[in-house]
């Protein structure tokens, strides 16, 4: 889901030995000399109601955070805008053979200190780093390497343990970091990496300064240094940018976009998501929000009653003035693998009344859920108004969001409310981390201890061949079991992203919500 945009004088075409996807991988040369910028910006800045999590590798999948850290670091391989897997640090990649990967650098690309990135920093970032730092968040993404094999400084050899068709989609994640800083100076210093932007400043509860890299190895943004500036209350936000104090504001809502529409100077900035909210629903026999001895969500009949009572198109109208569409799978229907004959469970209170007198719950039941303090949290209070009309009592807890989270990873819920960004445009991909059992190798987004070992075949087989029909096979009928017959997870909707801007530029979240500052441009 890292992100930036294809801009070359030439552009290679390379056909991978068993095609990943079945589509062609698109690497961009090496750089032409850098052209001078026709117009340049001194500063921009950023107006995020949430601060910096951490910085690579120590920091949390969320989604303001690595924004600003891919523009410090740098991967293999990244998403453009419209979601396509290109090279990035890699100049292109070679499958000789089902288990190995042959991944030609980019050569002359530096470290913001000046020094050259080789294969011995690529082979450092995949192996050493996901050992040392205690809960890499990422170990999943590294987790089908068997070794990494260093030829020459710009060439290195991947073997995975088995065939593994989305490795480079992983990669994408994963920052190349410089071993001998590292090595000499420790993962607590100022970082560095080959980004666009030098890390200057953090401040945390404040801002962020980054300065632009005048050698970075691809087209340089126009912006010379980047400020975010931290604004949790939307209102201040907003007032910021109208005051002309920010020049661009993310996360708002839709009353929010209603306000830039009549403000002078400004424009909303919309961006249809690939975010999919959800609700999740605890399979645990004992769960933290339900005070009777087992719980009611273990049973795939109480969360199919959950379904039944709740009515969508009432959340999307009353939250998101329409700006939203009904969401029937925890995919996207762009994406490979997504499931075109599932049907979106209807609004039908009596089902959902029926539903719990057959499973033992005639009166209902207490549960508590968890929402974060955004517009999720205006959907928790719809949903516990539309299920206390079938007899389940909700009590709505709202979080700021770092406690929220905090949460989720120790899996503190019964209820809850979550997006998921289908980045990778593979449902087989996003099914191995939310749907699969937890393990070593899998899970690591599963936050409702579900487990069905059907399920866990299918996600192994679809992630261990490189046939595409196969693979797009395996990915419907997982959508399949884990909507019509195990729903653990509700899917509700799929929004959009709104911000704003200054009328004088041109600027938006990518549909992952990813910041690029790459996209940054002037309005014409």
Avoid: C
């Avoid at 343990?161 to 590292?182: F, G, H, Q, R, V």
């Avoid at 404040?206 to 970075?216: G, Q, S, T, V």
């Avoid at 070992?453 to 261990?464: F, G, N, Q, R, T």
């Avoid at 004088?504 to 441009?521: M, T």
């Amino acid at each position: 889901m890292k992100r930036g945009e294809i801009i070359s004088l030439i552009i290679v075409l390379i056909v991978t030995v068993g095609a990943i996807f079945g589509i062609w991988f698109i690497s961009e040369p090496p750089s032409p000399p850098k052209p001078t910028l026709e117009k340049e910006l001194e500063k921009f800045l950023i107006a995020s109601d949430l601060d910096l999590a951490g910085i690579y590798p120590k920091t949390r999948a969320e989604v303001f955070s690595e924004s600003v850290n891919f523009e410090i670091f740098s991967a293999l391989s990244r998403f453009t805008k419209e979601g396509r897997l290109v090279a990035d640090l890699a100049e292109y990649w070679v499958n000789p053979d089902d288990l190995t990967w042959e991944i030609y650098l980019k050569p002359g690309v530096k470290f913001h200190n000046g020094s050259e990135m080789t294969a011995e920093d690529v082979k450092f970032s995949l192996i050493d780093i996901p050992q040392t730092i205690v809960n890499f968040y990422l170990k999943e993404n590294v987790g089908m390497i068997d070794k990494v094999e260093i030829i020459n400084p710009y060439r290195i050899k991947i073997v995975t343990k088995e065939p593994y068709p989305i490795l480079m989609t992983d990669l994408s994640n994963i920052a190349i970091l410089s071993k001998d800083y590292i090595e000499k100076e420790g993962y607590d210093a100022n970082p560095i990496g080959t980004g666009p932007y030098k890390f200057l400043k953090w401040e945390k509860g404040k801002e962020i300064i980054l300065e632009r890299f005048e050698d970075y190895y691809r087209k340089k943004p126009i912006a010379k240094k980047v400020i975010y500036k931290i604004i949790p209350e939307e209102e201040k936000r907003i007032e910021a940018l109208i005051k002309r104090e920010v020049d661009f504001v993310i996360n708002l809502s839709p009353s929010g976009i209603e306000k830039m529409e009549k403000a002078n100077g400004i424009k909303p900035a919309i961006t249809p998501s690939i975010g999919i909210t959800f609700l999740g629903m605890d399979t645990r026999e004992k769960t933290p929000g339900i005070k009777l001895e087992k719980n009611p969500l273990r049973l795939p009949q109480i969360r199919k009653a959950i379904a039944y009572g709740i009515d969508k198109k009432a959340i999307i109208e009353e939250v998101f003035r329409g700006r939203a569409r009904i969401a029937s799978q925890i995919s996207v229907p762009e994406a490979f693998g997504y499931n075109p004959e599932i049907k979106v469970y209807p609004y039908n209170q009596e089902e959902a009344k029926k539903l719990l007198a057959e499973t033992g719950y005639p009166q209902g039941f207490e549960v508590e859920l968890l929402s974060p303090d955004d517009e999720r949290a205006e959907v928790a209070e719809i949903i516990s108004r539309q299920l206390s009309e079938v007899g389940i009592e909700v009590e709505v807890n709202i979080l700021p969001r770092g406690e929220f989270f905090n949460k989720m990873s120790r899996m503190e819920a019964s209820l809850f409310l979550l997006t998921i960004f289908d980045e990778t445009f593979d449902t087989a991909a996003l099914s191995k981390n939310i749907f699969h059992t937890i393990s070593g190798k899998y899970g690591s987004l599963n936050l409702v201890s579900y487990s069905n070992p059907k399920v866990d075949e299918l996600i192994e087989k679809a992630m261990s061949t490189l046939n595409q029909k196969a693979r797009k096979e395996y990915a419907q009928e997982i959508m399949r079991i884990t909507i019509e017959e195990d729903l653990p997870y509700l899917p509700l909707h799929i929004g959009e992203l709104f911000g704003g801007v200054g009328e004088n530029l041109e600027f938006s979240q990518r549909p992952d919500g990813k910041i690029d500052l790459a996209d940054l441009s002037y309005s014409e």
